[in-house]
């Protein structure tokens, strides 16, 4: 059982510098027991109270010791100073300032550049050998993950940088499995063995070493840094494709660089403008386990309600089951919690133990044992009730054409013994009625039913809403563009590979899949469903034709209907802002920060109405 973690007040500085040590090394390997912002603002801010002179605060943290032969930088490797607040950016620009004067350089002379500071792993990359940071002087080599797949941006000779994994690909594919992009890409470099995730991650060519030197930057003068740190940062952080944690910002002067200098830390002519994220402490209630359709059984933590963000939060992500073992999250445990925007609370850390924590062995949905697989508790019952609901209510999901057909439907229709799409789709009104459904309602099924048969329909949606492992909707799309729907029984994984975006664990598996998949399948495609082929657009001549466009918020049409009329038109519809986006479409109820995002990245931000009246031009 793991010691809770006391306040910084009351550890003795022998304490206090242990316990930084090991939330920093917990942090190099993915295991993060505290925030960043607890660490910097909490225990180190203690640390620099009471011996401002400690060697721990002049030494280069160490990045995961991984590897067996050490390297030595040609230049070392320094951790970057940070800052939280706009008043410790301007503190910064002044003691630029001071010291050009010395130099007799005008401050209307200087120029500063910022660069998203990327949330991964520093490293090294010169003469073809990639060494990690280690302790700044000494690194360890790592070369062996470019031939495992790691793609290098910029050549060989491209010194400091981290290896870090785009974030889109983390949020589509990894996000359910992995709580952080970071720990996904400490846990790839430091295997001996990578986990199929891993492969699949490198075939796709998304785990990447960036150079600081490729990064795209933004300058400014001191009167911007000054005023408006904060937006800048956020322009330069929204455009970045990879987790960012923050900007780092440098003076651009040599000679003012050079006078400056370094500390055995950091570089004095160098500042880091970190993100706080919105953090709170609650307590734990009690555990509920949930039993997903692939069976996965994953922790919600009923905690004391607290406001965060806005939001009233009873209810946290405890991830998976490995995270509340190695965390030993009981019931009573007070924890600290995170929630940025509109993402899902989660949990960070534990600041003080409740009891201890219990992992149950068996499923809460049918009572048949359940197995940890890796961080992941399953349940091996073959005929799982949550997995049978949970696998039918994401195909009514994903189609988006049929309502009516919500949990509780889906809960009434499992209870009567159904067990499979094609049976619901028998289903007369004397049938609904049989199960305990209203007459009106039983109609109405039968209707909903018919409507989702004979309203068109994205073959790829059809495709993906059976919830086939590795073919979520982008990987559908991809794959009926090269293959019709009624011949994936024959595909062979040959034919996956030779369609880009595909890799040997994927090409293996989604066969595999499908074959067990594919009785339910055909019996659905010979219901007739009115599906669309994803045939490449024709050119048109459009007001958007070309346009990277996002829809965001409630539309007086499904957000589907929108994004499938604009590509129609030409547009290219994304599903989130980068600085590619050329126009925000915004319905009602739409954060503030979306918003402020697009505007940053100057998108131009427009309202449904407004976007009607353009497309009709």
């Not at 620099?48 to 050490?70: M, W």
């Not at 409630?554 to 030409?570: C, I, N, V, Y």
Request: net charge negative; aromatic share 6%; with cysteine.
């Amino acid at each position: 059982m793991s010691q809770a973690i006391k306040p910084a007040t009351e550890m003795t500085t022998e304490e206090l510098v242990s316990f930084l040590e090991q939330a920093n090394t917990a942090y190099r390997n993915g295991e993060a027991i505290i925030t960043d912002a607890t660490y910097d603002l909490v225990y180190l801010a203690e640390l620099k109270l009471r011996d401002p002179d400690h060697p721990y605060l002049n030494a280069v943290e160490p990045e995961t010791d991984v590897g067996s032969t050490k390297i030595r930088h040609l230049k070392p490797m320094l951790s970057t100073d940070k800052a939280y607040t706009q008043e410790e950016i301007t503190a910064y620009v002044t003691r630029v300032i001071k010291f050009a004067e010395k130099l007799e350089i005008a401050e209307s002379d200087l120029r500063f550049r910022i660069t998203p500071k990327l949330d991964g792993m520093a490293a090294n990359y010169e003469s073809g050998i990639l060494a990690t940071r280690g302790n700044g002087q000494l690194g360890n080599d790592i070369s062996r993950n470019l031939q495992r797949g790691l793609v290098t941006v910029g050549g060989e000779n491209t010194g400091v940088g981290e290896i870090v994994i785009s974030a889109a690909y983390f949020a589509e594919n990894l996000s359910d499995q992995f709580s952080h992009p970071r720990n996904f890409v400490t846990g790839l470099i430091g295997a001996d063995t990578l986990s199929k995730e891993a492969v699949e991650a490198m075939q796709d060519g998304v785990v990447r070493f960036v150079p600081y030197s490729q990064l795209d930057a933004i300058e400014c003068t001191t009167e911007a840094l000054r005023t408006e740190s904060e937006a800048l940062c956020l322009q330069v952080e929204s455009a970045c494709e990879y987790p960012v944690d923050g900007s780092v910002i440098d003076v651009t002067n040599p000679a003012l660089r050079e006078a400056m200098g370094s500390t055995n830390h950091h570089h004095n002519w160098q500042i880091a403008k970190k993100l706080k994220g919105e953090t709170a402490t609650t307590t734990v209630n009690s555990i509920t386990w949930q039993t997903g359709r692939t069976g996965r059984i994953t922790p919600v933590l009923n905690v004391q309600t607290i406001n965060l963000s806005g939001a009233d939060i009873s209810n946290v992500t405890g991830h998976n089951a490995g995270n509340i073992r190695n965390l030993n999250v009981g019931v009573g445990a007070e924890i600290e919690i995170v929630r940025s925007g509109e993402v899902i609370p989660k949990l960070l850390g534990v600041i003080k133990e409740g009891a201890e924590a219990v992992i149950p062995d068996t499923c809460p949905a049918c009572n048949a044992p359940a197995e940890m697989e890796r961080d992941f508790l399953v349940c091996k019952g073959e005929e799982c009730v949550a997995q049978i609901e949970a696998r039918l209510l994401h195909f009514f999901s994903v189609l988006g054409n049929v309502d009516l057909f919500g949990p509780r439907a889906i809960a009434i229709l499992v209870e009567n013994g159904i067990r499979e799409l094609p049976e619901i789709y028998k289903l007369e009104a004397s049938d609904f009625e049989g199960m305990g459904f209203g007459a009106k309602q039983a109609s109405n099924l039968v209707e909903q039913l018919s409507r989702s048969r004979t309203e068109a329909v994205e073959d790829w949606r059809f495709l993906a809403a059976f919830g086939i492992n590795h073919l979520g909707r982008g990987d559908s799309r991809k794959l009926l563009r090269a293959h019709k729907l009624e011949t994936l029984n024959t595909l062979s994984g040959d034919d996956l590979l030779e369609i880009s975006g595909f890799g040997d664990i994927t090409a293996e598996a989604i066969p595999r899949s499908l074959a067990l998949r594919w009785p339910v399948i055909e019996a659905m495609i010979a219901l007739n469903f009115n599906l669309l082929s994803d045939e490449p657009v024709a050119t048109v001549d459009s007001p958007i034709t070309g346009k990277h466009i996002v829809f965001t918020g409630s539309m007086s049409m499904p957000r589907e209907e929108m994004q499938e009329k604009a590509r129609k038109l030409g547009a290219n519809v994304q599903s989130s802002v980068n600085k590619k986006t050329e126009i925000l479409v915004i319905g009602d109820k739409v954060g503030a920060k979306k918003i402020e995002k697009a505007q940053a990245l100057g998108t131009q931000v427009v309202t449904e109405l407004e976007y009607q009246a353009m497309i009709m031009k």
